[in-house]
């Protein structure tokens, strides 16, 4: 069974940046796309980004495209997303998934992690 445990959020004010890392253990998703969303309250869970263990190609949500960034590191088995120039919207909570049924941006992965809190003071 495969286990992803995300870190990294906390309070900052808008404009600041934070790193969310998510760290998997158990197995190796090698063969799947890893995949960032959020969920706002009384929201539904919208998709962030993605990326691909082999060749790091990554995909972006236009809400998020040139402030986020999403990278891994093969060696620690970690994902990592990088957000700059936050504003109070992006506050949610931040889960990484791993293997999709489907296309990327849906929500209908295998493995969730348990999500960290991002809020943005404005």
């Known amino acids: 069974q495969g286990r992803l445990v995300e870190s990294g959020g906390g309070l900052v004010q808008a404009g600041d940046s934070l790193r969310l890392s998510c760290a998997v253990s158990g197995r190796t998703f090698s063969g799947y796309p890893m995949g960032w969303f959020r969920q706002a309250p009384g929201k539904e869970r919208e998709f962030v980004g993605a990326i691909r263990w082999s060749g790091g190609t990554t995909y972006y949500a236009d809400l998020v495209k040139g402030r986020f960034t999403i990278s891994r590191d093969n060696t620690k088995n970690t994902v990592y997303l990088q957000m700059n120039s936050l504003k109070p919207e992006d506050t949610a909570v931040y889960y990484c998934?791993?293997?999709?049924?489907?296309?990327?941006?849906?929500?209908?992965?295998?493995?969730w992690g348990q999500g960290t809190q991002v809020t943005v003071s404005s």
């Open positions: 998934a791993a293997g999709p049924h489907g296309d990327l941006q849906t929500p209908d992965y295998a493995y």
